[in-house]
């Protein structure tokens, strides 16, 4: 098993849509999870970041966790054509000094 | 937000040359300094830890004689690829954090490399 995983996609939803992207992982101790955006050809961006159980909306974006299923997710809202990206799952290594588990990334695509 | 400066943002050259890659963190201090490669379609691969003055802990399979990790300021960490060979072009991307626990990793905005 995979420590992050994600459904590589494409994820195709039309403009306007709700866009869900989900992610699991194997680490029962993490305790900080991230949502990175990365368009082709460049490197990734911080959306959202995420600690405690529940829902954080920032703008269009929710970010999701369920440690007790070790699930996060991330919604997009109003779902635009810039927002066609990779979006990358990243998971905290327990007591590893900040390092990072990327999941493989799902690619979104968002049609007008 | 934190910024991270990676330079160059593209390397073009011929095989055997040896190439230096540089990341910035411009307005924090970054304790620790990760260094990836991503190749096409690809996700992340994260090659090194880098903390400031000491020595980088490289991943397994990552040869620490042929990608040389300096670390000598709280603010800059320098990727050298010795003797670089077509098979080392890749997409280098550099990431930086403060001394917190918890806090998100800031990329640089990568290094496209080709070895001719």
């Known amino acids: 098993q995979k420590e992050v995983e994600q459904n590589s996609g494409p994820l195709s939803v039309p403009e306007g849509a709700i866009a869900s992207l989900n992610c699991t992982y194997s680490d029962r101790v993490s305790q900080s999870f991230f949502w990175y955006r990365q368009y082709s050809g460049k490197s990734p961006e911080l959306i959202m970041s995420?600690?405690?159980?529940g829902d954080k909306e920032d703008g269009r974006f929710t970010a999701q966790l369920n440690k007790a299923s070790q699930y996060v997710s991330l919604l997009i809202r109003d779902s635009q054509p810039s927002d066609s990206a990779t979006y990358l799952c990243a998971v905290e290594k327990n007591n590893a000094g900040n390092m990072l588990t990327f999941g493989g990334g799902t690619r979104l695509m968002v049609k007008p | 937000g934190a910024v991270v400066s990676q330079h160059p943002s593209r390397v073009i050259c011929k095989s055997g040359t040896s190439v230096k890659i540089e990341c910035r963190s411009l307005d924090f201090q970054a304790t620790t300094m990760f260094w990836y490669r991503q190749f096409p379609k690809q996700s992340l691969m994260l090659m090194a830890t880098?903390?400031?003055?000491?020595?980088?802990?490289?991943e397994q399979g990552v040869e620490k004689d042929k990608f040389l990790i300096n670390h000598a300021s709280l603010t800059l960490s320098t990727l050298t690829v010795t003797s670089a060979h077509p098979e080392d072009s890749s997409f280098y991307i550099c990431?930086?954090?403060?001394?917190?626990?918890?806090?998100?990793?800031?990329f640089g905005d990568g290094t496209r490399l080709s070895i001719l």
């Open positions: 880098s903390n400031e003055g000491s020595k980088a802990t490289y």
């Open positions: 995420i600690y405690s159980n």
């Open positions: 990431s930086a954090i403060g001394p917190r626990e918890g806090q998100p990793q800031h």
